[in-house]
Structures are given as structure tokens and as C-alpha cells.
């Protein structure tokens, strides 16, 4: 599961709330995995991408936002990253997903939490950083 703790926080609120968003969308897709009365999970998985395509598309333009706002130097850099998420999550073969319906799942949520590794503890407090340098 995916629990919340004070060190995802990367201090600014409204990023932070948002974060809090993506874990709950990666719960829902852990739920999923779980739930084995569920013999066709298809359309729940198309939901759950559909979720996280619409999460990536606000929560990234608030948070590049900020990054302008605040005159964040690694602005670009950062970008890239949150592009190659995008292309990452759109890149997920539809077909394939009925076919191994456990396994896309699988692969949803490698990708949360990687990005939640790699990124947000990483990248995302580094935002927070340019404020008091
Ligand atoms: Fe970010």
C-alpha cells in the first residue's frame, strides 16, 4: 500500500495535497490487484489510467507553475521528467492490458512507485530547497 508519510512532504501545500492524490490513485490500484473476486478487471484498469492521465496533466501544470513562480533552476530538467512520465503512462499497450490484466497493474504500480521514489523524494523537495537558497 501506499502510506503517506511526513517525509513525502515536500512543504508547499497545495503539492503536497496533490501528492497525497497520487497515493490514493496508486491504493486503489494496489486494491485492484487484490481483489480476486474481480475476474475481469479491464475497465477498472482503463479508469485507473484515466486517472492517473488527468492527475499528470493538473498536477503537473500547478507544480511547473510554482517552478516558474519561484524561479526554480532546474526547471527544465525537471520537466523532461515529468514529460517522460506522461509518455510512460501513455505508452501502456491497451491491448496488452486485457490479455494480462494482473501483470499491466503490476505495471502501473512499478511506476508509481518509482516516481514517488525517484521523483517526488528526490526532484519534487528540491522545489521547496529554491525557496530558502
Ligand atoms: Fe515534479
Not at 490487484?33 to 477498472?44: E, I, Q, T
Request: aromatic share 10%.
Amino acid at each position: 500500500m501506499f502510506n503517506w508519510k511526513e517525509e513525502y512532504g515536500v512543504g508547499i501545500e497545495i503539492i503536497d495535497d496533490q501528492h497525497r492524490e497520487l497515493f490514493r490513485i496508486g491504493n486503489n490500484a494496489v486494491k485492484l490487484l487484490k481483489d480476486k473476486m474481480r475476474l475481469d478487471k479491464f475497465d477498472d484498469i482503463i479508469n485507473i489510467l484515466n486517472e492517473l492521465k488527468n492527475y499528470t496533466v493538473y498536477h503537473f501544470q500547478c507544480e511547473e507553475k510554482i517552478m516558474m513562480e519561484l524561479g526554480y533552476k532546474s526547471f527544465l530538467s525537471h520537466k523532461v521528467e515529468h514529460i517522460n512520465f506522461i509518455n510512460k503512462i501513455n505508452e501502456i499497450d491497451i491491448d496488452n492490458i486485457d490479455i494480462n490484466q494482473n501483470a499491466s497493474i503490476l505495471e502501473i504500480l512499478d511506476y508509481v512507485y518509482k516516481w514517488i521514489d525517484e521523483h517526488i523524494l528526490i526532484r519534487d523537495k528540491s522545489i521547496n530547497n529554491s525557496i530558502n537558497n
